[in-house]
């Protein structure tokens, strides 16, 4: 069981490499390359759920120490958003913690992705109509966003929202993940997001924080 998730995981990295390694060469029709408008209120919500380690070879490369802090990928990533834009941070969470080894973790992710799950999240948003700008960060999972990320996207109303992208991976970059927020938000403005390969996280700040001057949120 273990040498099939390796192996599969292994596959996919190597097929990322092959298909990679633009992020930039998936972007939909219609997204801006600035946040219009101004005066805004910033939410950076974000799913992260580190590789446990102590599995494999794969596993430290998932969580990132940056100053003595450890972080999952992603949630770096949320750090350095949250620290620069002064955004509120909300972490997506799930009712049911995510299993606490890889093997059992990519079996799970597996599952609830050919069963197209909606995992119920624990984490709740109150005043989810008061932002204008949602960062919205996720990895990539078996090739797309964890499942737990289209509950997210079910359960708020982003229409006439700006959506932010940001995303860290194994070597598949966005994997088709930004024309799925497209189909999913209709009616929300998608941005130049920011895709960061896990073992580039830890590297990651000073290319984020131009991303984020070259989309206009800060100066
Ligand atoms: C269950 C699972 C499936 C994954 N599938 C992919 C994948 O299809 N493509 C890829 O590039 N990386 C894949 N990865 C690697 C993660 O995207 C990468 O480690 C990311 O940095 C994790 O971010 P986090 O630590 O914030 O959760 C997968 C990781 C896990 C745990």
């Known amino acids: ?3 099939y998730y390796l192996l599969s995981f292994l596959g996919i990295v ?23 408008g101004t005066d805004h209120n910033i939410l950076i919500a974000y799913f992260s759920e580190p590789i446990p380690d102590g599995v494999d070879a794969n596993s430290s490369a998932s969580r990132v120490v940056v100053d003595g802090e450890l972080y999952g990928s992603v949630e770096y990533m949320a750090a350095v958003i949250g620290e620069a834009t002064g955004g509120d941070m909300a972490r997506i969470r799930t009712a049911q913690s995510y299993p606490g080894n890889y093997d059992d973790l990519a079996a799970q992710a597996d599952e609830e992705r050919q069963s197209d799950a909606r995992p119920e ?26 499942m737990a990320m289209y ?27 930004l024309g ?40």
């Open 1 to 3: 069981m273990k040498k």
């Open 14 to 36: 190597l097929l990322g490499v092959f298909l990679a390694c633009s992020d930039e060469e998936e972007v939909p029709p219609g997204t801006e390359t600035v946040v219009p």
């Open 121 to 146: 999240l624990s984490t709740v948003i109150e005043n989810f109509d008061d932002y204008d700008v949602v960062f919205v960060g996720y990895p990539i999972w078996w090739y797309q966003m964890p």
């Open 151 to 177: 509950t997210f996207f079910d359960t708020y109303d982003f229409a006439g929202k700006t959506i932010v992208p940001f995303s860290s991976h194994g070597g598949s970059g966005w994997s088709g993940t």
């Open 180 to 219: 799925v927020i497209t189909e999913l938000e209709p009616d929300a403005t998608l941005v130049t997001g920011r895709s960061v390969s896990r073992g580039g996280v830890a590297e990651s700040e000073e290319g984020i924080l131009q991303w984020l001057q070259d989309i206009g949120i800060v100066e």
